[in-house]
């Protein structure tokens, strides 16, 4: 029995530049589907890439920063894989869905504690770990805010599913909508990459002053309308 064929169509490169992670998940998630893989199986290998490359950070040494930086680029490809994977196979699923989300929060969780420690370690100030601290419970935050907003809207007649979003995602409009675009959505789907820039140039501890405030500034954003409902 010959291996179904698929609708390759679909993974035609992007039509826009970001987010840049789909350039690379269009071109791996035709190899996929080829495997006798299921959309939450790549879900729970995504898990371990990113808590590994998390893990990594802790050390605090520049060459197994870049290493834990490049697993985590690989995390985020297959977080993108498992939607792809799972709307061509038909196995779109209330589960998957839940799963996806746990594991970004997890995974992003888990970075910022990671560096916040291993910062800590190498420099001997403890502060680090606290920004470290601050960045993950806002990224904790954010998760518990977007779950508590879903439960509220579900059943509303109005409210479109996942996969209807994925088809006909919501535009910015103007300025404001954009600045609020690439702050909230594309900083979360590309976050790997300026994690693997910052990670070559050995400067990721920028990263936790910004996102010790830049996490609680996400969540509440996350609390208004105008900043949900894009697709990336």
């Known amino acids: 029995m010959e291996p179904r064929a698929y609708n390759t169509g679909y993974f035609n490169p992007p039509k826009h530049l970001f987010p840049l992670v789909r350039h690379f998940s269009c071109r791996l998630t035709p190899i996929l589907l080829n495997w006798p893989i299921t959309p939450n199986q790549i879900t729970v290998i995504s898990l371990l890439l990113g808590l590994a490359g998390a893990a990594f950070f802790s050390f605090g040494i520049w060459p197994i920063d ?15 894989c498992d939607g792809e994977v799972a709307r061509i196979k038909g196995l779109s699923s209330e589960l998957g869905a839940r ?53 509220r809207l579900k059943g509303k007649a109005e409210v479109k599913s996942r996969e209807e979003l994925a088809i006909d995602p919501k535009q910015p409009e103007n300025i404001l909508d954009w600045l609020i675009y690439i702050f909230h959505e594309l900083s979360r789907a590309d976050f ?41």
């Open 66 to 80: 870049v290493i834990g930086s490049l697993l985590l680029v690989v995390s985020y490809t297959l977080d993108n």
């Open 192 to 232: 790997c990459l300026i994690v693997l820039l910052l990670a070559v140039f050995n400067v990721t501890w920028v990263l936790l002053p910004l996102a010790a405030v830049g996490a609680q500034i996400f969540w509440i954003t996350d609390l208004f309308d105008r900043a949900r409902g894009y697709h990336t």
């Open 99 to 151: 799963l996806d989300d746990i594991v970004d929060s997890i995974v992003d969780t888990s970075f910022f504690v990671a560096l916040g420690y291993g910062t800590a370690h190498v420099s001997g100030q403890q502060i680090w770990l606290w920004l470290g601290l601050a960045a993950a419970l806002g990224a904790i935050i954010d998760y518990l805010v977007e779950q508590i907003k879903e439960t």
